[in-house]
């Protein structure tokens, strides 16, 4: 089980781009809005243990958060939170219970506020970063850190890559990634693989495949290919994740969303 949420997490802890001037862009987003929620059936997709495991989601806030910026102005916010929890029997054998939340400028995607919290089994972890966009700076606990423009956390990366323009993107091309965990800005490119169309429990979906290039150093810690499916469309919702153990294949599936910014228009039937 903790494998599978580090790879459901995978496609939360690679999507970001970096920009010039720090803290002051304007990102247009037809993507996401108030009010989103995305839930996910995590674990085994396929072999003989298919249907072990448990649940997870992401979800922003109905209600806009203010955030004072370093300058003193009024920052209007979305608060998106993302969690997983082991379920039945996974659970008895291994309770996996993670939540994490961000704070992210509506205008600009980028954060102020990072938490998480990691219960899996005997092993606890709380983590918690605020970031002084204006100034390029992360700060974790007592220590400051010199950060990229714009930098993304593990969370907000996933919303600010839903607003790319995919469009023009085509099999074989690398988008050059990075963000900002613990007291490191990690790179990871990200191959566009293809377009196909998939079925989840949410539905059928046109999506496109991409692959995060893993490489030793990197954030991810184990070697696996990571397959991420997302629609095919404005929207960008992540409808699948999934890697191969010598079991079957591991992940996280769509189960059911509400609260879309407009139609989804990837979504078949």
Request: hydrophobic content about 40%; overall charge positive.
């Amino acid at each position: 089980m903790k494998k599978t949420i580090a790879i459901f997490l995978s496609f939360v802890l690679c999507f970001c781009e970096v920009s010039a001037q720090s803290g002051t862009r304007y990102v247009k987003n037809e993507a996401f809005g108030f009010g989103e929620k995305l839930q996910y059936k995590v674990g085994m997709i396929s072999g003989p243990l298919k249907g072990l495991g448990g649940s997870g989601g992401i979800s922003i806030n109905k209600t806009p958060k203010q955030i004072i910026n370093s300058k003193g102005e009024n920052r209007t916010c979305y608060e998106i939170l993302f969690w997983v929890d082991s379920e039945g029997l996974v659970d008895m054998l291994y309770s996996v219970h993670d939540k994490y939340r961000t704070v992210v400028d509506v205008a600009g995607i980028f954060p102020y506020e990072f938490q998480q919290r990691i219960r899996e089994g005997n092993y606890k972890q709380d983590f918690k970063a605020t970031f002084d966009q204006l100034n390029n700076t992360a700060i974790v606990g007592d220590k400051k850190y010199k950060v990229e423009d714009n930098v993304q956390d593990i969370l907000s990366a996933l919303f600010y890559f839903r607003t790319f323009d995919l469009s023009s993107k085509r099999n074989g091309d690398v988008i050059e990634l990075a963000n900002f965990y613990k007291d490191t800005t990690y790179k990871l490119p990200v191959k566009i693989i293809k377009r196909e169309v998939i079925k989840v429990p949410a539905g059928r979906f046109r999506t496109i495949l991409v692959q995060p290039i893993i490489e030793e150093g990197s954030l991810f810690k184990f070697n696996n290919t990571i397959n991420i499916w997302i629609t095919d469309d404005d929207r960008k919702i992540p409808v699948k994740v999934a890697t191969t153990i010598l079991i079957g294949d591991v992940g996280a599936e769509l189960i059911k969303y509400s609260g879309a910014r407009g139609k989804i228009d990837a979504k078949l039937d």
